[in-house]
């Protein structure tokens, strides 16, 4: 897309030196939609005359692009547009969250056996192995999720320092509640394969899966992450 500049015309959009990577706007129904980058400015050769040579461009970031930067937008958590249309999860193309078409992330429908995911909650299985929904197999919380994992049969358990190795944790108590803090430096903690935020703050359970929960800590910082149920 090409804009006159401001020496140019004073009624357009127009850029100045130093505006490249600012957001070009398109004005929807109800909000604006960002659809591209101001990429370049091409300067006058002279401020004289009627339409000096001066001219802005805008690099279009929908799934259209010239250049890959749809997969890239998509992996910051942007909703990409598809050629003007906001992503549904009907539309047949792999965009906004989904983890595979109109599958996974926000959308109703879970993914199928071989459909791509994050989490075990992106799939109709509820088990997601590097990447990919995977038959679920067992009958315990943690079937499919992690192997051998320390089991507790009290409602009120506390994890204790998890130390920086990979942890799973199984029960099939009745749980009203928990919470988990310290982990950083990309630690993860999910809860029946979903991912929670541990900041210290309490969280919110997911349902039960196989009459219980699986927690799971991957490997990481720092030695002293835990979690607690009651």
Request: aromatic share 10%; glycine share 14%; proline share 5%.
């Amino acid at each position: 897309m090409l804009t006159p500049g401001y020496a140019s015309s004073t009624t357009y959009a127009s850029l100045c030196p130093g505006d490249s990577g600012g957001p070009l706007y398109r004005q929807s129904a109800t909000d604006l939609v960002v659809v591209g980058v101001n990429a370049y400015y091409t300067f006058p050769s002279g401020w004289s005359g009627p339409a000096p040579s001066q001219t802005n461009w805008h690099t279009r970031l929908d799934t259209a692009a010239r250049y890959p930067v749809t997969t890239w937008l998509q992996g910051l958590g942007v909703s990409v547009i598809n050629g003007g249309t906001a992503p549904t999860c009907t539309d047949g193309v792999k965009n906004g969250t989904e983890t595979d078409v109109d599958c996974g992330g926000t959308c109703t429908a879970d993914c199928a056996n071989g459909k791509a995911c994050v989490t075990g909650a992106d799939c109709t299985s509820q088990s997601c192995v590097a990447g990919v929904c995977q038959p679920s197999t067992g009958t315990a919380p943690c079937s499919s999720l992690c192997t051998g994992p320390t089991v507790f049969s009290s409602a009120s358990y506390s994890s204790g320092n998890l130390g920086t190795g990979a942890r799973c944790f199984e029960t099939t108590a009745s749980l009203s509640g928990a919470n988990c803090g310290n982990f950083a430096g990309g630690r993860t903690f999910a809860v029946n394969g979903t991912a929670v935020t541990c900041n210290g703050g309490n969280i919110t359970l997911p349902a039960k899966r196989n009459g219980g929960y699986c927690f799971q800590a991957s490997a990481g910082n720092e030695a002293w992450a835990y979690f607690t149920s009651w």
